[in-house]
């Protein structure tokens, strides 16, 4: 009798216990972050956020292609040569590299807008007193402290990319290609009015100003909830996502925002784990040749204008190019600077930096991301290659305007890429070590496209077409495809195959708990004692 009474009773315990879950079930419901994004939808806030995180590319690019427009004039002003000119923009691109990778670590533990914030008051502060500079010297050690802050303005793709539904990354993203092509042609058309008037120096003030302007906007875009989950900020998560929804007119899902805390984060181990060691490197691979593609075709654009190193129709090619190395032979100095006509092929060339946005889009989103970047690629190796071809100034314009194309296309994809294949516990640290690592191609690109072509014409574009071949294989082979893919929140947690103390009482395993136990909710101490009286 004693038996059968405790069976009883264990049994009306388990029917309660049962009972009490199913109505915390359905009393407490629970979504995610990305569960919320996309049940918000696209609406206002997300084209708000396209406009002022787009606008860091503007600011970006200024400050990037700024080397271009004022070298040949620091070249004449300082007496400099090849290398000295080269080493300029290399430097930037040092400052870049190791700043990038703090940036990324920070951004992954601290948040994405603080860095953000922080890397363009640092670079708008040392853009302006890169003006004031007296000497050589300084002028580089300044660039290269302006490279450190426009490592951080990367933040801006990472916030555009967590706040966006998964369906409209592959065409907003790209997009974003517009506010670069814009900050380009900016410079550009500034420099061929300030430099030959008020001079190089009031052009670099000039270029700083929209990144002074961009920080009185920032504060009309919030903290990414993505990071804000991770780092155990619910209750901002929560907030952000509310004021979203409220601004698209739209609603937030029912129940509890319910994500796992990860105290582990921005950690550069987790780069080489088994799931994305391989992946890691052969972005790094893509990274460095995309970086070095296209800042050598940017320097090699203004190299080619600048001494007419592609032989011309009219014969006189040749001889032209003998008078020019006497003449750099006799002087440290060989000073051409820029005439109006060759700052109208720099624009048009670098109008070609949107040409191809359309397809590039189409290509996303229809191909993968994997097999848009290999084709692309191989496309820009071609082309490096019909540099080469002897052909009217005509003939030179067109090539270029298909490798900005094309370069820019590369950039697109690997940059999406990137931001989406990682979680979001080392998403920025992702970014930024990949950032870190293409401005190795940056730093060495001068030196290809300002020294060796010089030298070797043909032997440089060889060169870039062989990089170039190298990334098209390593985008071809990458292990994962992100097109439709959800964000990834953290790495996959152990499973929980025992209750706490259970087997430390007992000795054995117990059975492993629901999937809806897992959740850090009110269910999981029901589910745990259910458990515990199942086996009991």
């Given at each position: 009798?004693?038996?059968?009474?405790?069976?009883?009773?264990?049994?009306?315990?388990?029917?309660e216990?049962?009972?009490?879950?199913?109505e915390?079930?359905?009393e407490?419901?629970t979504?995610?972050?990305?569960?919320?994004v996309?049940?918000?939808?696209?609406?206002?806030?997300?084209?708000?956020?396209f406009l002022?995180?787009?606008?860091?590319?503007?600011?970006?690019?200024?400050?990037?292609?700024?080397?271009?427009?004022?070298?040949?004039?620091?070249?004449?002003?300082?007496?400099?040569?090849?290398?000295?000119?080269?080493?300029?923009?290399?430097?930037?691109?040092?400052?870049?590299?190791?700043s990038?990778v703090?940036?990324?670590?920070l951004?992954?533990?601290?948040?994405?807008w603080?860095?953000?914030?922080?890397?363009?008051?640092w670079?708008?502060?040392?853009?302006?007193?890169?003006?004031?500079?007296?000497?050589?010297?300084?002028?580089?050690?300044l660039?290269?402290?302006?490279?450190?802050?426009?490592?951080?303005?990367?933040q801006?793709?990472?916030?555009?990319?967590?706040?966006?539904?998964?369906?409209?990354?592959?065409?907003?993203?790209?997009?974003?290609?517009?506010?670069?092509?814009?900050?380009?042609l900016?410079?550009?058309?500034?420099?061929?009015?300030?430099?030959?008037?008020?001079?190089?120096?009031?052009?670099?003030?000039i270029?700083?100003?929209?990144?002074?302007?961009?920080?009185?906007?920032?504060?009309?875009?919030?903290e990414?909830?993505?990071?804000?989950?991770?780092?155990?900020?619910?209750?901002?998560?929560?907030?952000?996502?509310?004021?979203?929804?409220?601004?698209?007119?739209?609603?937030?899902?029912?129940?509890k925002?319910?994500?796992?805390?990860n105290?582990?984060?921005?950690?550069?181990?987790?780069?080489?784990?088994?799931?994305?060691?391989?992946?890691?490197?052969?972005?790094?691979?893509i990274?460095?040749?995309?970086?070095?593609?296209?800042?050598?075709?940017?320097?090699?654009?203004?190299?080619?204008?600048?001494?007419?190193?592609?032989?011309?129709?009219?014969?006189?090619?040749?001889d032209?190019?003998?008078?020019?190395?006497?003449e750099?032979?006799?002087?440290?100095?060989?000073?051409?600077l820029?005439a109006?006509?060759?700052?109208?092929?720099?624009?048009?060339?670098?109008?070609?930096?949107i040409?191809?946005?359309?397809?590039?889009?189409?290509?996303?989103?229809?191909?993968?991301?994997?097999l848009?970047?290999?084709i692309?690629?191989?496309?820009?190796?071609?082309?490096?290659?019909?540099?080469?071809i002897?052909?009217?100034?005509?003939?030179?314009?067109?090539?270029?305007?298909?490798?900005?194309?094309?370069?820019?296309?590369?950039?697109?994809?690997?940059?999406?890429?990137?931001?989406?294949?990682?979680?979001?516990?080392?998403?920025?640290?992702?970014?930024?070590?990949s950032?870190?690592?293409?401005?190795?191609?940056?730093?060495?690109?001068?030196?290809?496209?300002?020294?060796?072509?010089n030298?070797?014409?043909?032997?440089?574009?060889?060169?870039?077409?062989?990089?170039?071949?190298?990334?098209?294989?390593s985008?071809?082979?990458?292990?994962?495809?992100?097109?439709?893919?959800a964000l990834q929140?953290g790495?996959?947690?152990?499973?929980?195959t025992?209750?706490?103390?259970?087997?430390?009482?007992?000795?054995?395993?117990?059975?492993?708990?629901?999937?809806?136990?897992?959740?850090?909710?009110?269910?999981?101490?029901t589910?745990q004692?259910?458990?515990?009286?199942?086996?009991?």
């Amino acid at each position: 009798m004693a038996e059968k009474k405790k069976e009883e009773i264990n049994g009306i315990a388990l029917e309660e216990i049962g009972t009490q879950g199913q109505e915390m079930k359905k009393e407490q419901k629970t979504f995610t972050v990305e569960e919320a994004v996309e049940t918000i939808g696209f609406g206002r806030f997300h084209i708000a956020l396209f406009l002022i995180m787009g606008s860091t590319g503007v600011a970006e690019a200024m400050e990037i292609m700024l080397i271009a427009v004022v070298g040949p004039v620091i070249r004449c002003e300082w007496q400099l040569g090849n290398w000295q000119v080269a080493l300029v923009t290399t430097m930037v691109f040092f400052g870049y590299m190791i700043s990038s990778v703090i940036f990324g670590v920070l951004a992954d533990r601290y948040g994405r807008w603080k860095i953000l914030f922080l890397s363009f008051i640092w670079g708008a502060y040392f853009s302006l007193l890169t003006s004031f500079s007296p000497s050589y010297i300084w002028f580089v050690f300044l660039r290269t402290m302006v490279g450190c802050g426009v490592s951080g303005h990367a933040q801006g793709l990472i916030i555009k990319t967590e706040f966006l539904p998964t369906k409209y990354r592959g065409y907003m993203l790209p997009l974003s290609q517009v506010f670069w092509l814009a900050g380009s042609l900016l410079i550009i058309g500034l420099a061929s009015v300030v430099n030959p008037t008020l001079g190089w120096r009031w052009l670099i003030r000039i270029a700083s100003l929209p990144g002074i302007i961009l920080l009185l906007a920032f504060k009309f875009i919030p903290e990414s909830a993505r990071y804000n989950v991770s780092s155990g900020n619910d209750k901002a998560a929560v907030a952000t996502l509310q004021w979203i929804a409220k601004m698209n007119h739209s609603v937030m899902p029912e129940g509890k925002l319910v994500e796992p805390v990860n105290e582990r984060r921005g950690r550069f181990k987790d780069l080489m784990d088994p799931k994305y060691l391989r992946t890691t490197l052969q972005i790094w691979i893509i990274w460095l040749g995309i970086s070095f593609a296209y800042y050598g075709v940017i320097l090699a654009s203004a190299e080619l204008l600048e001494k007419n190193l592609v032989c011309a129709t009219g014969g006189g090619g040749e001889d032209a190019a003998i008078g020019n190395d006497a003449e750099e032979i006799r002087s440290p100095c060989l000073c051409h600077l820029f005439a109006p006509s060759d700052y109208q092929v720099m624009i048009i060339s670098t109008m070609g930096e949107i040409a191809l946005n359309p397809v590039n889009i189409l290509g996303i989103n229809l191909l993968g991301r994997r097999l848009s970047l290999t084709i692309t690629m191989g496309c820009t190796a071609l082309f490096f290659l019909l540099l080469n071809i002897c052909t009217s100034s005509s003939g030179l314009i067109g090539f270029l305007f298909m490798l900005r194309a094309l370069v820019s296309a590369n950039f697109n994809t690997i940059y999406i890429y990137t931001a989406e294949v990682y979680p979001t516990t080392m998403r920025a640290l992702g970014l930024g070590t990949s950032g870190s690592l293409c401005r190795i191609g940056a730093m060495v690109a001068p030196f290809i496209a300002q020294v060796l072509m010089n030298a070797s014409f043909l032997g440089a574009l060889c060169l870039f077409a062989s990089v170039c071949v190298v990334c098209a294989v390593s985008a071809f082979t990458l292990p994962i495809e992100t097109k439709g893919r959800a964000l990834q929140v953290g790495k996959p947690p152990r499973r929980e195959t025992e209750a706490p103390g259970l087997q430390r009482a007992q000795g054995a395993s117990s059975p492993e708990l629901p999937q809806k136990c897992k959740a850090r909710s009110p269910i999981r101490a029901t589910c745990q004692k259910l458990t515990i009286l199942n086996v009991t």
